[in-house]
């Protein structure tokens, strides 16, 4: 049987709703402007994208989601010296890649977060069908703090494993299944530490006062270097 490790980012195909909280109507979309472009395109490629580059397997492919009418926003800024990195503007040929293989394990990844560099190597070696890691680390950017970190159930990091002849489509606006979904499903708790949340001033989701960081609980920062290339 032939598997395959597949990591995959809705790096600009998802425009959630909560950019547009408390802006006037007719506001375009943040993810539609060469500013926002900009900015997560670099974090994108410093840390999650580097991460990924960090794994200490390299039996990996990187689907990367991106909005085929913003290509003339992103694609002069793509990274291009790893053909593992595949860029999917149209699902069809991404698709029919992945179809190669007799089963994928199929592992979320947000633009602006990242995994250890043992993660894939712990998903590949599972043998659930859904599995996800609840704890992990946050680090707060602009300060320099990494602090501990728990989903507390419903967290963006999971992975499943399936027959990729079965996969039709990729998940661009990332609602199926939702993150609590994933928990409903009864994954297997993966080893904690080995993902790590960038709490940055443009993230949407995560901030460092929400319930999710153990701000009681700092972490050195030589963890960054030594789990996730940074």
Same mark, same amino acid.
């Given at each position: 049987?032939?598997?395959?490790?597949?990591?995959?980012?809705?790096?600009?195909?998802?425009?959630?709703?909560?950019?547009?909280?408390?802006?006037?109507?007719?506001?375009?979309?943040? %993810?539609?402007?060469?500013?926002?472009?900009?900015?997560?395109?670099?974090?994108?490629?410093?840390?999650?994208?580097?991460?990924?580059?960090?794994?200490?397997?390299?039996?990996?492919?990187?689907?990367?989601?991106?909005?085929?009418?913003?290509?003339?926003?992103?694609?002069?800024? *793509?990274?291009?010296?790893?053909?593992?990195?595949? /860029?999917? /503007?149209?699902?069809?040929? !991404?698709? !029919?890649?992945?179809?190669?293989?007799?089963?994928?394990?199929?592992? *979320?990844?947000?633009?602006?977060?990242?995994?250890?560099?043992?993660?894939?190597?712990?998903?590949?070696?599972?043998?659930?069908?859904?599995?996800?890691?609840?704890?992990? /680390?946050?680090? #707060?950017?602009?300060?320099?703090?990494?602090?501990?970190?728990?989903?507390?159930?419903?967290?963006?990091?999971?992975?499943?494993? *399936?027959? $990729?002849?079965?996969?039709?489509?990729?998940?661009?606006?990332?609602?199926?299944?939702?993150?609590?979904?994933?928990?409903?499903? @009864?994954? #297997?708790?993966?080893?904690?530490?080995?993902?790590?949340?960038? *709490?940055?001033?443009?993230?949407? @989701? @995560?901030? $460092?006062?929400?319930?999710?960081?153990?701000?009681?609980?700092?972490?050195?920062?030589? %963890?960054?270097?030594?789990?996730?290339?940074?």
């Amino acid at each position: 049987m032939t598997r395959k490790l597949v990591f995959w980012t809705a790096l600009n195909s998802y425009r959630s709703e909560k950019c547009l909280r408390g802006k006037p109507e007719g506001t375009p979309h943040p %993810v539609t402007t060469k500013e926002w472009t900009e900015r997560r395109i670099e974090l994108w490629r410093k840390f999650t994208l580097n991460s990924l580059l960090y794994q200490s397997t390299a039996d990996w492919l990187y689907i990367v989601l991106l909005d085929p009418e913003l290509r003339h926003l992103t694609d002069h800024l *793509l990274p291009r010296r790893d053909p593992r990195v595949v /860029y999917c /503007y149209d699902d069809g040929p !991404a698709l !029919a890649q992945l179809r190669a293989y007799d089963e994928i394990v199929l592992a *979320l990844i947000d633009g602006d977060d990242m995994y250890s560099r043992h993660a894939g190597q712990i998903m590949m070696a599972s043998k659930a069908e859904w599995m996800y890691f609840k704890a992990g /680390y946050a680090f #707060e950017l602009e300060r320099r703090r990494l602090w501990r970190y728990d989903t507390i159930g419903s967290g963006p990091f999971f992975a499943r494993r *399936l027959d $990729p002849r079965g996969l039709t489509r990729f998940d661009r606006d990332k609602r199926h299944p939702t993150h609590k979904a994933v928990i409903g499903l @009864s994954p #297997e708790v993966m080893p904690g530490g080995h993902f790590c949340v960038l *709490l940055h001033g443009h993230n949407t @989701s @995560s901030k $460092p006062e929400m319930r999710y960081v153990l701000r009681k609980q700092p972490v050195s920062l030589s %963890v960054l270097k030594k789990e996730f290339g940074r």
